[in-house]
């Protein structure tokens, strides 16, 4: 059984989650839909506004946990929302050349 592959180095996964936070970049989500990509950093990891990691290829389609070039900074809802969509679905539907619908980005969750 492989486990939490986020939990077998963690001090490495947290170093890299620390160096995205670091660079205070936008969603790359909301950029790719229009949107304000802001983050407020301030905000409680709990929030659907907080700052997540995101993998750009997702640890389960073999991405790499730790390589900056794989991690993005989103909003955790938009986080959320992608599950793991690859980065050019994503672009479609922002496009609206895919037909599902643009994330939720309302306050009342």
């Avoid at 492989?2 to 170093?15: E, I």
Wanted: hydrophobic residues 35%.
């Amino acid at each position: 059984m492989p486990g939490n592959v986020r939990k077998k180095n963690g001090a490495a996964y947290r170093r890299a989650v620390a160096e995205v936070r670091a660079r205070h970049e936008g969603c790359w989500i909301c950029e790719a839909f229009g949107r304000d990509p802001a983050i407020d950093y301030s905000l409680p990891p709990s929030d659907p506004g907080a700052f997540q990691v995101d993998h750009l290829v997702p640890v389960s389609k073999g991405g790499s946990l730790y390589d900056p070039a794989n991690l993005a900074a989103t909003h955790r809802r938009c986080n959320q929302w992608r599950k793991a969509k690859s980065v050019a679905e994503v672009m479609r539907i922002a496009r609206g050349i895919d037909a599902e619908p643009a994330p939720r980005w309302s306050t009342d969750w």
